[in-house]
């Protein structure tokens, strides 16, 4: 099992044992929604003002007959009777000020309902590491502790990520960190990898436990501890015994000095200082996707807590953080989230920062991946298919609020892509997506050209069902541009079937990536140079 995607709410999947068998995972981190009461909208910008955001999710959480049905569960099972008590604790100190509406005990019922299967899947020797902020931290401790057993808790680890990020709040101490609880799949020993940062040093301006040696050999010492006068002796020989004033008997520690610069590892306890947040990361990584976490951060987390081949799974996995990370350390993965456009999202992301990955390595399921598939879902929901198209071909924008009703400018998404001229710097290109669920009409295949020159695009591409692609061909603009690699329609029909059969579209190569499904921009944007990009 690896490499696996899945377009759906994480408990149908957690409670599905084929997916996720008992006993089958060793890491899960996952950084669920925070019941901020906020709307997290999807990464769309560009040079379109008029563009609007594509709601990811909205992180407030309402008392309904679901959670009714939830917290009646609960108080039926032996072992969950405790959770429901807590939950309605949270009820009590929590009051709703509309009919019925809890949001805290909403939000502990739901994450209840998933923290159980958890537990399920989870290997004994496993860890889960939850992250959280200050304001629900206590209420989720005690709901890990009732799950996974109170002597399974392991750490409450700290990430501060700074005062420069802190936004003021009137009253209060600005808020700049985050907490990370650390519990295991049982009190059963858990494997732990040492972590450490690397702190430089000029040799002019040493801080006080680190000397020099007579031939400039920088060293720090530590207690003897409880070495015996054999291992003493043979320090001694070696050179690795110093005495303080005193008399005491330190043990010498060697560090590396290149020039004037010292450099010393330190363990990494639990306050995380050094990983700042995403305001702050490397351009190329921030995907401007809500509450996205640096790489850095899930890089420690993932070396932390597992080991090569093991199993990392992330079931809020947003915009694939957690996944990117555990592909860079050579764990297996699964990813699951509830929205079908982060799927595409996420295969983008991996697909541009590991060009050995191959586009059917990665296995997305929940999503269309038949012709009847694509029916169903087009007749069901106009706008979750204009969603699923958009993100499967690595568009970056949408032009209306979901769900609105009205016209959308004859956008639906838009796509960047990069014409190779030789020797000239990558500029990007813009190229606007329309997406067909049924009928395709002459007056939309010539609207679409309107459309692209109104907004100072390079192209168009009208995508809809194979039967509509003779309407497209037959009355599209004819008009075409060039790179120094070929020459390309500026209004082009994309089918359904296409998209389903992985096959490319026609514009400018947007990367050296040349085993990916298709040609079109990334979502990440840009040109990659050979390897992973170690800074997205």
């Not at 950084?31 to 901020?36: T, W």
């Not at 008590?85 to 509406?101: E, K, M, Q, Y």
């Not at 050999?217 to 320090?235: I, M, N």
């Not at 982060?342 to 990955?357: C, D, K, Q, V, W």
């Amino acid at each position: 099992m690896n490499r696996l995607l899945f377009a759906d709410d994480c408990l149908n999947v957690l409670q599905d044992d084929v997916a996720l068998p008992t006993d089958s995972v060793d890491l899960i981190y996952l950084d669920p929604p925070f019941n901020s009461n906020s709307r997290y909208n999807l990464p769309f910008k560009g040079q379109y003002k008029t563009a609007k955001p594509v709601e990811a999710f909205h992180d407030t959480w309402h008392w309904g007959q679901a959670e009714d049905d939830l917290l009646a569960r609960l108080e039926e099972g032996p072992s969950t009777q405790f959770i429901a008590d807590l939950i309605r604790v949270a009820r009590f100190t929590n009051p709703a000020r509309g009919r019925r509406s809890s949001s805290l005990a909403a939000y502990l019922t739901n994450m209840a309902a998933r923290l159980i299967p958890m537990k399920r899947v989870l290997k004994p020797t496993g860890t889960i590491v939850l992250h959280c902020d200050p304001v629900a931290d206590s209420y989720l401790r005690i709901l890990l502790s009732a799950i996974f057993g109170g002597k399974s808790y392991r750490n409450e680890v700290i990430w501060s990520y700074g005062g420069r990020g802190a936004k003021a709040i009137a009253k209060q101490f600005p808020r700049n960190h985050d907490i990370l609880l650390v519990y295991g799949g049982s009190d059963e020993p858990l494997p732990y990898n040492q972590q450490f940062i690397t702190e430089s040093y000029s040799v002019d301006d040493l801080p006080s436990h680190i000397k020099l040696e007579d031939d400039g050999t920088p060293f720090k010492t530590s207690p003897r501890g409880d070495y015996t006068d054999e291992s003493v002796a043979r320090l001694e020989e070696e050179g690795r015994i110093y005495r303080t004033k005193k008399g005491n008997i330190r043990i010498k520690y060697h560090l590396e000095r290149i020039e004037d610069t010292i450099y010393e590892d330190k363990l990494v306890g639990d306050v995380w200082t050094d990983i700042p947040d995403m305001m702050h990361a490397k351009q190329q990584e921030k995907l401007g996707y809500p509450t996205q976490k640096p790489v850095s951060l899930l890089n420690r987390v993932v070396s932390a807590f597992s080991s090569k081949g093991d199993l990392v799974v992330d079931p809020f996995c947003g915009c694939g953080t957690t996944l990117h990370a555990a592909e860079r350390l050579g764990r297996r993965w699964v990813g699951i989230d509830i929205s079908t456009f982060a799927t595409g999202l996420i295969r983008e992301r991996l697909l541009n920062n590991f060009p050995n990955l191959e586009w059917e390595q990665i296995d997305v399921r929940g999503v269309p991946e038949t012709l009847t598939d694509a029916q169903t879902l087009a007749a069901r929901d106009k706008f979750e298919f204009e969603k699923w198209v958009c993100g499967a071909i690595g568009a970056q924008g949408m032009f209306r609020e979901p769900g609105e009703k009205g016209a959308d400018g004859g956008v639906d998404g838009v796509l960047e892509f990069y014409p190779f001229h030789l020797g000239k710097k990558p500029k990007k290109h813009y190229a606007i997506v329309q997406v067909k669920g049924g009928k395709v009409t002459p007056d939309a295949c010539r609207a679409l050209y309107a459309t692209v020159k109104r907004y100072n695009a390079t192209a168009g591409v009208m995508v809809c069902f194979e039967e509509y692609m003779t309407t497209v061909e037959n009355n599209r603009n004819t008009d075409e541009f060039t790179d120094d690699a070929g020459t390309y329609p500026v209004i082009q029909g994309y089918s359904i079937q296409s998209l389903l059969r992985n096959d490319p579209l026609t514009l400018p190569l947007h990367s050296l990536r040349t085993d990916a499904r298709m040609s079109q921009p990334s979502l990440l944007g840009g040109v990659l140079g050979e390897g992973e990009r170690e800074d997205a």
